[in-house]
């Protein structure tokens, strides 16, 4: 009787450790496919880090005076509309919101110029825009985005013109391939905002995706740095 009991637990302890050395592992894995075509495993990670763009893929597309025009190195940025002193540079309005872009999420800048220089004057400049816009010009640029192909979010920026684009903007906008991409407007004004120039972007550019675009007063462009970031935040730029 003894010997059929010791017998017994002994079998019980025999499946017991046969048991434990099949049960599975809480870890959860995915299975994946390898380089050379075999299946591997990870482990699965909830919190992998989202994937940001580079600043390879974004560009900041700029018309401005400033670049636009030979400036007399005497002139009053202080007294002239749309120009500021920026660490003892000459710098326009619209320039300095790009550059506030251009601080948050990184991106290259690129100047929107006319082969044809501006008159230094400023109301000579309003006078001809007026001029351009009724002959629906399109001025002649003299620098070219050469791999725009490398870009997918664009930042278009251009001062409010007799409520309109500055036709050199028109240029731009008509020479490029814009299919697939996202294209941010902001603008600068003196009180008209956008006067639906970012509508207008939006029916040119029907194959792109045109993001809620920003348009600050030009008397304000040198302390908008907050209100840039929180447009940005809005769109997700600066995640």
Known sequence: MKKTIVLLVMLLLI??????GNSSSDESTAVINTPDGSA?????NSNAAQTVPSEREIL?????????TDFDPSVDAVTSASLNLQDGVLAGNTEIIADLIQKAVGGEQFLIETTNKFPADYDTVVDLGQEQQKEKARPEL????ENMDDYNTIFIGFPNWWYD????????????????????PFTTHEGSRFSNNDQTIKNMLTAATVLDGLAVRGGDAVDAEQEVNKWLDQLGMTN
């Open 15 to 20: 499946l017991s450790v046969t048991a434990c």
């Open 142 to 145: 003299s620098a070219y985005v």
């Open 40 to 44: 591997g495993h990870v482990t699965e």
């Open 60 to 68: 900041i597309a700029y018309f401005s005076r400033v670049g636009n």
């Open 165 to 184: 684009l500055p036709m050199a903007v028109y240029t731009f906008l008509e020479e490029y391939d814009f299919s697939g991409k996202t294209v941010i």
